[in-house]
Structures are given as C-alpha cells and as structure tokens.
C-alpha cells in the first residue's frame, strides 16, 4: 500500500468534516481573539487618562476579577505567562542547580521559565488520554531514580536536588491532578501548576491553579482570554502571594516618594493598558466558553463519524474550556500527519501539529530525561484544528 492510497478517504473525511461544522471563509486562523465588549472603552479611558503603564486602577481590578473567577484566593498580574511561571518557580523554592520535573509535550516556555529560574529541566512522558504527565509513571520513574537526604529528594544519577513537579493542562483538558498532588506529596516534591492554557477549565469542581503552591496563568493572544501580552500567579499563599506582587515589581518598598529596593528583583509587572483589556474580555469570558464548548460538540459529533481518528475530548470529571481542539490519529504516523495538515491548511482550515518534543530542542538534549514514549507517539499523531469562539454564532458581540 502507497500513502496516497490509503490517505486519500481520510483526507477527504476530514476536509468534509471542517466544511461542515466551520462557517465558509476562506482562510479560518487556529485561535482567534475575540474584542466584542468592552475591550476598546477600558483601552481609550487610560489614555484618555493618561494612565496608560505602572500605575493606575485596572491592575487591582484585574487581579481581583481573576480572583473570583477561579476562585484562587490571590492573583499577581504578570507581563506574560513565561515570566508569571519563572517567579512561581523562585517562590516555590527553586533555585540554582535545582531540576524541576516537567511533560515533554509542553510549549518552550515551561522549560525556559525553569532555566530562567536557575533550574534544569527533567523531562517527563505524558498519559495518551489527558495529555498530561502520567502520575503511574512518573511515580516508577522516581522511585527508581531519587535518593531522600534530610527532607529533600535528589536524582541519583545527576546529585541533583529536585524541587518541583510542573504538570501542564495540555490545551486546556485538565491533567490527572490528583495523581500528581500524591506523588507531590510522597515524594516531597512542591507542585506548581502551569495552567497557562487551561483558564476556565475545572478539575472535579474546582479551576485549574489551585492545587500546587502556586500557578502560572497566560493571556498570550492565542490564549482563551487575552490581554496583548500577559500572565498571572495564583496562590492560596497570602506570604507567596506578597512575595509574588514584590518580586514582580522590583522588590520596591512601599513609600510615597522614595525608591529603596530590597533585593534583585523584576520588572515583571502587567501594565493598566493591558490590565483594562484583561478586565474587558474577562466580562466575555463565560460567552466564549460557552460557545467554545458548542464548538468542540460538533467536532466531537462530525469526528466520531471517521474512522482511523480519535477527537481528545474533556477527562472523565473534567470541565475543559476547550482552547485547542485537536484528534489523534490511531496509528501514528508522521508522513500521514503531514499529509493531512497539508491538505487542511491547504483548504484554508489552518492546522498544526503539537509542539516539537522539548527534550528534543537544541538547547534541551542534554537534560535528563525519562522515555516519553507516550509523547512521541501524540507527536506523530496529533492534529490541533480551528477553536476560536467566533466560530459559533454569538448574539451579544457588537462588531466595528
Ligand atoms: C502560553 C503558554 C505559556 C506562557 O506563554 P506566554 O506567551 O509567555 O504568556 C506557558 N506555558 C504554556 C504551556 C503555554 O501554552
């Protein structure tokens, strides 16, 4: 058998499968941003005020909207989620030397906001169904390879201390978080969550973020909410949560008129502008969600039609806010999985495949790292397909 001959109905499949549950256009992005409330109103009132950067009301007001949406008891507002997982680490007790357990299949920057945090990454394989670490393996693997020494857990191999376990809510489907708080727990590794992707998905009842030390939140332009460039901190911690604000704002000491910093600190702050933009679209939030989910519905429904392909759907318990909408190929296969996101792309439907592999990227081979079997195998077989909320008919957005 050739490829084209056994590729051909499945491209045809798919392609049949995005007409019909995608509106007509001819080019349809992988996730758009939606502006369609009161995003331009707070933008022009603080440059109509003149409170456009460090100072002004809508970093407050953002942070305690964030608050009561996922119920965390304190948020800090970040310029962007690398830079509010980087802090989360330092506050979590990562330090220079330290390793820091993170999934393969994750994007660059939960890697590079371990190194930015003086730490090496330690790759870990993901679970085919969730697409997050797997807590069954990852407990195996530890038990293998960590040594206990006076209340810390150090990696036999390399003498290193290890000192946190980052899962990651793989596009937006809450990862087995009760598994990995067990092996957080048993193995004394802190956890801190990488929910960049997953605002507005809830693990059994309660929002991703807050079961580890601290959480990273991204408001990216990709993201299900966005605010230009941007991120948060969550923590049940009020002293992280001090630290976090004090960390990301130069380590400055309150005072009216003098600057005395107190440590070497960052300007990691979120600036009012993008804060009133975060406002705005967090009003709109529950509207995208919802159509979000009615969007993922019809692929759910038009993929399970096709045979040879798996729609990843929300874990068992789960609420997803479904941000990419992706399938599995069943047999992996990367020349078939080119193939069709050539033909998709091709058809105007943009598609991509998963990130490359991080313990694959240059500046990452030379980290440990488990077998990922799991994850090569998601990599030769995953598909991410349109998921902006647009694509879903609205009845309160006001264009122009
Ligand atoms: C988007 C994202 C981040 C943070 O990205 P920023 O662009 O810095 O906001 C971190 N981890 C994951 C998994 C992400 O998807």
């Known amino acids: 058998m050739n490829l084209t001959d ?3 109905p499945l491209q045809e499949s798919l ?3 995005l007409r019909h549950v995608l509106p007509a256009k001819p080019f349809i992005p992988l996730h758009e941003p939606e502006f369609a409330g009161n995003e331009w109103n707070y933008v022009k009132e603080c440059i109509d005020t003149g409170w456009v950067s460090s100072v002004g009301k809508y970093v407050e007001e953002f942070e305690r909207r964030i608050e009561q949406f996922t119920g965390a008891p304190h948020a800090v507002v970040t310029v962007n989620g690398t830079a509010a997982l980087h802090v989360a680490l330092v506050l979590a007790g990562v330090g220079a030397g330290d390793e820091v357990i993170i999934p393969a299949l994750s994007f660059v920057a939960t890697a590079n906001a371990v190194v930015h945090a003086g730490g090496v990454p330690h790759f870990v394989d993901c679970e085919l169904d969730t697409l997050g670490i797997d807590p069954v393996a990852l407990r195996d693997y530890l038990e293998r390879i960590v040594e206990r020494r006076s209340g810390n857990t150090y990696n036999r ?4 201390r290890i000192a946190a376990l980052v899962p990651m809510h793989v596009f937006g489907h809450p990862t087995d978080i009760d598994g990995l708080l067990a092996v957080s727990k048993d193995f004394n590794i802190p956890l801190v969550e990488d929910a960049a992707e997953s605002l507005g998905s809830y693990y059994h009842g309660r929002h991703t ?3 580890g030390v601290c959480a990273a939140l991204s408001f990216n332009g990709n ?9 948060a901190i969550l923590t049940g911690d009020p002293e992280i949560a001090r630290m976090a604000k004090h960390l990301t704002t130069t380590a400055k000491r309150p ?5 005395q910093h107190d440590q070497v600190a960052w300007n990691y702050r979120m600036p009012n502008l993008n804060a009133a933009l975060g406002c705005a679209q967090l009003e709109r939030l529950p509207d995208m969600l919802k159509r979000k989910k009615e969007l993922a519905a019809r692929y759910r429904v038009a993929l399970s039609a096709i045979k040879g392909v798996r729609f990843i759907d929300q874990p068992e318990g789960c609420d997803s806010n479904f941000w990419l909408n992706a399938f599995l190929l069943d047999t992996p296969d990367m020349a078939l999985r080119d193939r069709l996101l050539g033909a998709l792309n091709g058809a105007g439907f943009m598609a991509r495949p998963t990130w490359g592999l991080l313990n694959k990227l240059p500046m990452y081979t030379q980290c440990p790292s488990a077998a990922v079997t799991n994850a090569e195998r998601i990599e030769a077989s995953l598909i991410n397909i349109p998921s902006s909320p647009g694509l879903v008919g609205n009845s ?3 264009h122009g």
């Open 6 to 8: 056994t590729a051909a």
């Open 15 to 17: 392609l049949t499968v």
């Open 255 to 259: 005072h009216a008129w003098e600057f």
């Open 209 to 211: 973020g807050n079961f």
């Open 396 to 398: 309160d957005a006001q």
């Open 223 to 231: 993201k299900v909410v966005t605010t230009g460039g941007g991120g």
């Open 157 to 160: 191999v390399t003498g290193r």
